[in-house]
C-alpha cells in the first residue's frame, strides 16, 4: 500500500515492549509520529531508537508521541529498551499487517539477494488523524532532530 499526505491513517492495535495494546485512537488530539525500522539491536536502529528517546520530553511538549515499529517480538523490544533505557514506546507488528499498511513492507535488495522486509521511513499523523507527512527510505543519523525541527 502507498502512504499519501492526506489521507486518513489506518487503524492499528499492537503490542508495545510491556505487552500493553496501543492503538491509533488512543493518540487522539495528537501528532504521532510513526517511525519504523528493520531490527532491534542493530546499529543503525540502535542510533535512531536512541536520538528519538533523548528527544522524548521535547516530543511531549509539542504535543507528539513518538512510536518504533518492527516485526520483532515483545520480548525482544523489553530487551532493546531495557539495554538502552529506552523511553518510547516500541510496537510488534510480527505479521507486518500494519507495516504493510503504512507502505514501510517492500521489496529489498542487499548482496544481491532479493527479499521482502522494512524499509526505514517515518510517517508523521496529525492530531486530526491524517497523514502530515512520510518520509521514505531515511537515515538513521539525525532524522529524530529533523523530524522534531519539522513539527
Known sequence: MTIKVGQVAPS???????????????????????????KDDTPGCTVQAKDFS??????????AVVLG????????????????DLSIDLLSDE??????????????TMYGKTSMGIVRSTVVIG?????????????PDGHAQAILDAL
Open 69 to 84: 515499529v518492527s516485526k520483532d517480538s515483545v520480548k525482544s523490544h523489553s530487551a532493546f529498551c531495557g539495554k538502552y
Open 127 to 139: 492530531p486530526d488523524g491524517r497523514i502530515k507527512a512520510h518520509y521514505p527510505k531515511v537515515s
Open 95 to 108: 505479521s507486518t499487517e500494519m507495516i504493510q499498511s503504512y507502505g514501510a513492507w517492500q521489496e529489498k
Open 12 to 38: 492499528f492495535s499492537l503490542p508495545n515492549q510491556l505487552g500493553n495494546i496501543v492503538t491509533l485512537a488512543d493518540f487522539q488530539g495528537k501528532t504521532v509520529v510513526l517511525y519504523f525500522y528493520p
Open 54 to 63: 533523548s528527544l522524548h520530553a521535547v516530543f511531549s511538549q509539542k504535543n
